[in-house]
T-cell receptor, first 113, second 116 residues
């Protein structure tokens, strides 16, 4: 089955700097890669996703890149703000296992003013 | 804010007991997936329901079972509770079609289950 590894487990950045979180996956059939943000005591919220037919997707300060050959994808947050502090999870899913996400272990991002 | 709701918010049970957790999917969504999130870990897929039938299962024992109703709401039942079942249980809804797959899943707020 699919296995998703996520690094780093914790990330401290100064406000205004960039943050990068990396994930690798094992199943070459995976073709959908969402990123979720989970604030303390709240539900995971979908912040961006990418499908295997594109290499990069951007939405304001966040972007995701995908390298299918290397089986890794990354989340980039630019101009970080204190409200970006949260746990971020990557996930992977394949068409034949539609909706059955395999999540990474999460990255605790702390943005200090 | 998404329309996925879950009840109850918190629950305390004793080892060996049974528990039922409930989830109402977002309006228009016919698919519900359940996840277990232990403290400090990512969500682990339990199973998924699509059109009232189980549509895939993760690595969880049979004492984890579920139902989906005609209105697409869902229940997660856990029998013979163990201490390790203490976790946040999340449901997520999405829209599935016969020929079009919608990947996006939206999570509910979760039910925090504590087994003592």
């Amino acid at each position: 089955g699919e296995n998703v590894e996520q690094h780093p487990s914790t990330l401290s950045v100064q406000e205004g700097d960039s943050a990068v979180i990396k994930c690798t996956y094992s199943d070459s059939a995976s073709n959908y890669f969402p990123w979720y943000k989970q604030e303390l005591g709240k539900r995971p919220q979908l912040i961006i996703d990418i499908r295997s037919n594109v290499g990069e997707k951007k939405d304001q300060r966040i972007a995701v890149t995908l390298n299918k050959t290397a089986k890794h994808f990354s989340l980039h947050i630019t101009e970080t703000q204190p409200e970006d502090s949260a746990v971020y999870f990557c996930a992977a899913s394949a068409t034949d296992s539609w909706g059955k996400f395999q999540f990474g272990a999460g990255t605790q991002v702390v943005v200090t003013p | 804010e998404t329309g996925v709701t879950q009840s109850p918010t918190h629950l305390i049970k004793t080892r060996g007991q049974q528990v039922t957790l409930r989830c109402s999917s977002q309006s228009g969504h016919n698919t519900v997936s359940w996840y277990q999130q232990a403290l400090g870990q990512g969500p682990q897929f339990i199973f998924q329901y699509y059109r009232e039938e189980e549509n895939g299962r993760g690595n969880f024992p049979p004492r984890f079972s579920g139902l989906q109703f005609p209105n697409y709401s869902s229940e997660l039942n856990v029998n013979a509770l163990e201490l390790d079942d203490s976790a946040l249980y999340l449901c997520a809804s999405s829209q599935g079609y016969d020929d079009v797959i919608s990947y996006e899943q939206y999570f509910g707020p979760g039910t925090r289950l504590t087994v003592t």
